[in-house]
């Protein structure tokens, strides 16, 4: 026979359980069990206005009377410029970190990449805001751009066939902007350059 408090009993543990149910589905309302959800936080990135007017402005043609200063613009800015990719782009910034402003075209012709057709191509657009090297003042040296074959044979490292490849080199692109711009002359290399530095000038 049922006692009066195990009735007790169950009347309070239907109760809780009615009330478990209760809480249950209010809970059940708002979202499942375990749902997690995502709030993004202002100024967690730029909105798509900002990314879209950024690309914008990098894809835009350049101005006829538009400069970047080759100096202090950003890979992506010197990008823009005529025959400069985002590779090329990213080695002139690497160079310019590394050995410090170019000052003029014949400074950034020291990268790697840089010739007299891309120079010619984007002298017009280009400006410099750092201190241009100095010009070499030293007397008796061998001038690259205006030597004949026979003053480039008195060179160390540099007989007949050499000296007839920088003259014709020269013919072809014009004078030599830097010392380094031998390096593209075929048959020369860097430790040929590295024998003659101190005695030419470009």
Known sequence: MVSK???RAAVVLLGVAFAGVVVRLLALSGSAPGDISYRPIAGDRPSQ????ARATRLARPLAPDEKINIDRAPAEELARLPRIGPA?????VADR????PFGS????DRVAGVGPKLLDGIRVHATFSGRPPEPDQRQGLVRLSTATEA?????PGIGPVKARAIVEYRRRHGPYLTVESLERVAGIGRATID???QLVVP
Not at 97 to 100: L, M, P
Not at 105 to 108: D, I, K, Q
Not at 151 to 155: H, K, R, S, V
């Open 97 to 100: 970190a590394a050995n410090g």
């Open 5 to 7: 408090g195990d009735r």
């Open 105 to 108: 075209l014949a400074g950034l």
């Open 49 to 52: 206005d900002s990314v879209v």
């Open 195 to 197: 024998r003659i530095r």
């Open 88 to 92: 090329l782009a990213a080695r002139i």
């Open 151 to 155: 003053e480039l044979t008195q060179l």
